[in-house]
């Protein structure tokens, strides 16, 4: 039912001009979208009832994150309104539960991730050290960069930390990607000062929580952006007609969208698992969740590309809009590592490597 | 999909993984297990509500209902203890079916008991050499005499026929009606006289396939399964049972745990393939599909619980799972290396390259099988998605 209001509220809130002036436009925030969500109780979606927020899993948060992924929202959400939350719901002290749960769930602050060097591992120099309570390294790939207030940053330890908008020696730099509907920055911090997430608790298992729930929306968002570059050729293939028939007739063209189906169904019950794995199996979470991000990577790179095929010419200009979707996928990808090294993560944690 | 473990799936699970234990002495392995073990084996699984769980007990069935979470266990605890799993084949997994949906009472009562104890051992009479994915074009004829058909013409792609007790048969009975209305679905012996059985060699060596031919082969009117005209309705019943039993990811799932057994044995100089990182990649990226297909086939029995339609989720099973279990296939060949290519040989020496040869081998057959991979996309596209179908070439 919250899949169905949000679908109906990107809707009208991002229509394809919508996206298409903000990836043109060169804003980093759509404070419009943003709003329209927050009203909708978005990014309090996994934020308990007692700070605001409406107390879900993250099942309702991989479904809100397919119908992102399907709308090509340009707007924060899988820092700001699922991992930051989470991070702090489940490992932060009272004090920043209190500080800041309240006003991620009102929508009024927004949070960036900062933890691709520990899970997908560092480019170059890359990766930040922390000692003493402070902060020192370059972070790259930071998801929800732009407008940020507050960096969930992880170390190379694997302990997180809280880190403020404006602390003495961070700088963010914007990085521009292929995929313009979302932010990310390089996080650069010289001996800046940062609370720590979770001490006294079991830190690493927290970051362990966090890149699992980050490998799951980012397939519930393939899936999602899969589904409506399905769907955009499937109805191009009903309507185009070339040799007095639609081209969807001819098996050439019937059978690549038969395969874009094929191929994506299955992905429908191996997210809803690995989500409702996380909420409620903690055991088979990791696994589900890596296996979930590789395949759905495979399956959107394929889908992808064949979309654009079966549009023929129109689906390669920039008018037809079907590359945002491309784009979309192309990002989810890569972030947070790419099919091959989960692959190996996923042979590490059943003792194969 | 609604899939909540309780505490009492934990006492459960707990106590098929004992089961098993407890009756490891009873279990037919291999290939060579004699018929009345096998028979013993499937009648204590059936009495346990291991197979046949929701069918009721006056056809020979458990008589229990099924749970989507035991049904998963129960599957997982076999794969896991690598145990023999309840008889499957084309009587239980597609005749069944077909009867508990359209047969009479009568035809329930006489075949379904034996049909799932594994006592009558049945084979699909569909295809013949003119028709093959155009299977309407069937011309085998069944004419009227008294209160009997005559039966005459020709199947192919019968397997199991030379083993058959019975067969399930399309025949044309209306010869003037058109193609899609003049079929009947018919079930008799295949001892009835004029049934002749001709084995068909295939590429594996063997021959799984035969070829059926009838001449006045006579069967009472009362062996009509559903309505006389009927057919071919019941007929695509039939073949959405045996598409979900070709896809069936339980295969696959024991396939990929077999492999993982042949990656982590050591060979030649102590090293095991699972340490390879090529392969490893492979067996990973097929571990990702064989638990989409696992998912999937949760997601299709949670729907045909709550009376919901399968849609897309059911119309992919066939085409994805058998490709799926070829290219497992294919691993287990590459896994073996120079090993791979024993076949033939007899002995031990041969076994695992002979047995994987076999399947890489016969899973073309079922990719090409009970409607080839050309024609589940043009069923995806056009029943799935909405796609237009191909106009009719104009005649003369």
Redo the contacts between chains.
């Keep these: 039912m919250m899949q169905a209001s949000l679908d109906g509220a990107l809707a009208r809130l991002c229509p394809l001009e919508r996206v298409r002036a903000f990836a043109d436009g060169g804003a980093t925030f759509a404070d419009d979208i943003w709003r329209g969500l927050a009203e909708l109780g978005l990014p309090g979606l996994l934020i308990g009832e007692a700070h605001g927020g409406l107390g879900l899993g993250l099942l309702d948060a991989a479904l809100a994150a397919e119908t992102l992924g399907r709308h090509v929202a340009p707007t924060p959400f899988l820092a700001s309104a699922v991992l930051a939350p989470l991070a702090i719901s489940a490992a932060g002290s009272a004090e920043q539960q209190a500080a800041w749960l309240p006003r991620f769930a009102a929508g009024a602050a927004l949070a960036a991730l900062a933890i691709g060097e520990a899970v997908a591992g560092s480019g170059g120099e890359a990766g930040v050290t922390a000692s003493g309570g402070r902060l020192t390294g370059v972070s790259a790939f930071v998801i929800d960069a732009a407008g940020a207030e507050v960096f969930i940053v992880a170390d190379r330890a694997g302990g997180l930390h809280l880190v403020t908008a404006g602390a003495p020696g961070l700088s963010v730099v914007p990085l521009a990607t292929i995929d313009r509907t979302r932010s990310l920055g390089e996080l650069r911090l010289a001996d800046t000062p940062a609370e720590p997430i979770g001490e006294g608790r079991n830190a690493e298992g927290a970051l362990t929580r966090l890149r699992d729930a980050a490998w799951i929306l980012l397939a519930a968002d393939m899936l999602g952006a899969s589904g409506a570059m399905l769907d955009q050729a ?1 109805a191009y ?2 309507e185009r007609r070339q040799f007095g ?2 081209i ?4 050439a063209v ?2 690549l ?3 874009m ?3 994506l ?6 997210v ?2 690995a989500a ?1 794995a996380f909420d ?2 903690p055991e088979e979470a990791s696994l ?1 969740a890596v ?1 979930a991000k ?2 759905l990577s ?1 399956v959107s790179r394929f889908i992808a590309r064949t979309a654009v095929e079966v549009h023929g010419g129109i689906g390669f200009t920039d008018l037809q809009g079907l590359h945002y979707w491309f784009k979309r996928a192309g990002l989810d990808r890569q972030l947070l590592g790419g ?2 090294r989960l ?2 993560l ?2 590490k944690m059943q003792g ?2 | 999909m609604d899939l909540a473990y309780e505490p009492r799936h934990d006492a459960f699970r707990q106590e098929v993984r004992g089961f098993l234990e407890r009756h490891r002495d009873r279990w037919p392995t291999g290939a060579g297990a004699p018929r009345t073990a096998v028979l013993a084996w499937q009648k204590l699984l059936i009495e346990r509500g291991y197979a046949a769980c929701a069918i009721p007990r006056a056809y020979g069935g458990h008589g229990g209902e099924a749970d989507i979470l035991e049904g998963r266990i129960i599957a997982e605890e076999f794969i896991r203890a690598r145990a023999p799993g309840p008889l499957a084949g084309q009587g239980i997994s597609m005749l069944v079916p077909t009867l508990l949906e359209v047969g009479s009472e009568e035809q329930k009562r006489r075949w379904i008991g034996p049909t799932l104890a594994g006592e009558i051992v049945w084979c699909q009479g569909y295809s013949e050499p003119e028709a093959g994915s155009d299977l309407a074009a069937l011309q085998t004829r069944a004419d009227e005499d008294g209160d009997d058909f005559l039966i005459n013409g020709q199947k192919i792609w019968t397997s199991t026929a030379a083993q058959a007790d019975m067969m399930f048969c399309l025949v044309r009975t209306e010869a003037d009606a058109p193609r899609h209305g003049g079929i009947s679905y018919l079930i008799f012996s295949m001892k009835t006289p004029g049934v002749e059985v001709r084995p068909l060699k295939t590429m594996t060596g063997h021959a799984e396939f035969n070829e059926v031919f009838f001449t006045d082969v006579r069967v009472p009117k009362s062996q009509v399964v559903g309505a006389r005209g009927a057919g071919w309705a019941v007929a695509n019943a039939t073949l959405k049972h045996e598409r979900g039993m070709l896809g069936d990811p339980g295969a696959a799932e024991a396939r990929l745990a077999a492999i993982v057994d042949l990656m982590g044995e050591a060979v030649g100089g102590g090293e095991r393939t699972i340490d390879n990182p090529a392969l490893r990649d492979r067996l990973m990226a097929l571990q990702g599909r064989v638990l989409a297909m696992k998912f999937n086939a949760l997601r299709l029995l949670s729907a045909q619980l709550a009376g919901e339609p399968a849609g897309l989720a059911g119309l992919v099973v066939k085409l994805q799972g058998c490709e799926l279990n070829h290219q497992l296939a294919a691993l287990a060949i590459d896994v073996l290396g120079e090993r791979g290519v024993l076949y033939g040989g007899g002995g031990e020496r041969s076994g695992a390259g002979e047995a994987w040869q076999q399947r890489y081998m016969f899973d073309l057959g079922l990719i090409i099988g009970g409607g080839t991979a050309q024609i589940q996309k043009n069923i995806i596209a056009e029943r799935g998605l909405g796609l237009p179908r191909e106009p009719k070439p104009a005649q003369g």
């Design positions: 499937v293939a009903k028939r639609p969807g007739s001819f098996q019937k059978h969208c038969a395969e189906a094929a191929e169904e299955p992905c429908r019950a191996l809803w698992y409702h409620a199996i589900m296996h590789a395949h495979e099919p091959e692959r190996h996923a042979a194969f490597a």
